[in-house]
């Protein structure tokens, strides 16, 4: 079964930045639309940012500008360069495929606070 395990979350002030990470357990990794979701407490989860194999990007509204993906196949990794992060950021950040096709990792925590 494939494992996807998020890392690079934390406590960061309105107007900082974060470097989120996303490693696959799956040598395939590279042929798959991978994708950055997030939920916030009480709201359904969003997807914020897709990269294609080729590295083709697409962005949700609400981030455009201010986030970037990328990713480098050779590590199966994934990451999400999220910059001047609002309060509104808050949420647990996860990948997946796009659609979500494999098991949810556990996420990485972003909390955007003074």
């Known amino acids: 079964q494939v494992q996807l395990v998020e890392s690079g979350g934390g406590l960061v002030q309105p107007g900082g930045s974060l470097r989120l990470s996303c490693v696959a357990s799956?040598?395939?990794?590279?042929?798959?639309?991978m994708g950055w979701y997030r939920q916030a407490p009480g709201k359904q989860r969003e997807l914020v940012a897709t990269?294609?194999?080729?590295?083709?990007?697409n962005y949700a509204y609400s981030v455009k500008g201010r986030f970037t993906i990328t990713r480098d196949n050779a590590k199966n990794t994934v990451y999400l360069q999220a910059n001047s992060l609002k309060p509104e950021d808050t949420a647990v950040y996860c990948c997946?495929?796009?659609?979500?096709?494999?098991?949810w990792g556990q996420g990485t925590q972003v909390t955007v606070s003074s």
């Open positions: 799956t040598s395939i990794f590279a042929i798959y639309t």
């Open positions: 990269i294609t194999s080729r590295s083709s990007t």
């Open positions: 997946n495929t796009q659609p979500g096709l494999l098991s």
